[in-house]
């Protein structure tokens, strides 16, 4: 994730940038979205329609007071919209709003420790920026808007999974380039002495 030189990898964004997003992927993200939304219809709808239903036979019955019903369902229409506005996260973007380019990216010798830390910093989940959403070179995962996309083997999809160096290196997020992880004990014990979380072990070879 850092600016090691070494760690660079060549940089495909150019040629990322031209590449249409793959048909399979845009269907997947729609489809999700389609099953989602189409559900929750569904639902709202049923629970309306017994609302309806009860509210109707109470005012006909002359349990509720029609004026009364109308004014409470005022205020209570108000309340509910106020708490879904406040709960709803919806798209979540990365909250800094420098530009990338700016930034002065953290250097840690990354190709000489890939052996003990596979890469991991390029499995951890983050939100892109605008400015990445923006310029579409990063992949974001459709399912989970604006996170990064990771490939079914964990890491990012821009991590070339033979030499784990990044596909988008110059046009990195932000998080890539400020991310330290010599204090994550995610992924090291000691960064000093070379001593990485031994869960890590287990991402050797794949
Ligand atoms: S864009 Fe992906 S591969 Fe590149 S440094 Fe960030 S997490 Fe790693
Ligand atoms: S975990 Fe640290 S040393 Fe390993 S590739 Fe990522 S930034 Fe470099």
């Known amino acids: ?58 005012i006909a019955r002359g349990v509720i007071p029609l004026k009364e019903f109308e004014r409470r369902k005022a205020a209570a229409m108000k309340s509910t919209t106020d708490e879904a506005m406040e709960q709803w996260q919806g798209a979540q973007v990365f909250p800094d709003e420098s530009d990338k380019y700016d930034v002065e990216p953290v250097d840690i010798d990354c190709l000489q420790r890939m052996g003990l830390c596979h890469a991991a910093c390029c499995r951890l989940e983050f939100n892109l920026s605008r400015q990445d959403v923006a310029e579409g070179v990063v992949r974001w995962d459709f399912a989970q808007p604006y996170k990064i996309k990771h490939r079914d083997d964990g890491w990012c999809s821009h991590c070339d999974p033979a030499t784990k160096t990044c596909g988008v290196r110059d046009h990195r997020p932000i998080v890539c380039r400020q991310y330290d992880c010599r204090q994550d004990a995610r992924i090291w014990v000691d960064f000093e002495r070379r001593i990485p979380n031994p869960e890590l072990a287990k991402l050797a070879g794949k």
């Open 1 to 58: 994730m850092t600016d090691s030189t070494e760690k660079g990898g060549t940089d495909a964004a150019g040629a990322m940038a031209d590449e249409s997003v793959p048909r399979a992927e845009v269907g997947a993200g729609l489809a999700f979205l389609h099953g989602a939304v189409g559900t929750a219809l569904l639902q709202g709808v049923e629970a309306q329609a017994h609302l309806y239903a009860l509210t109707e036979l109470l």
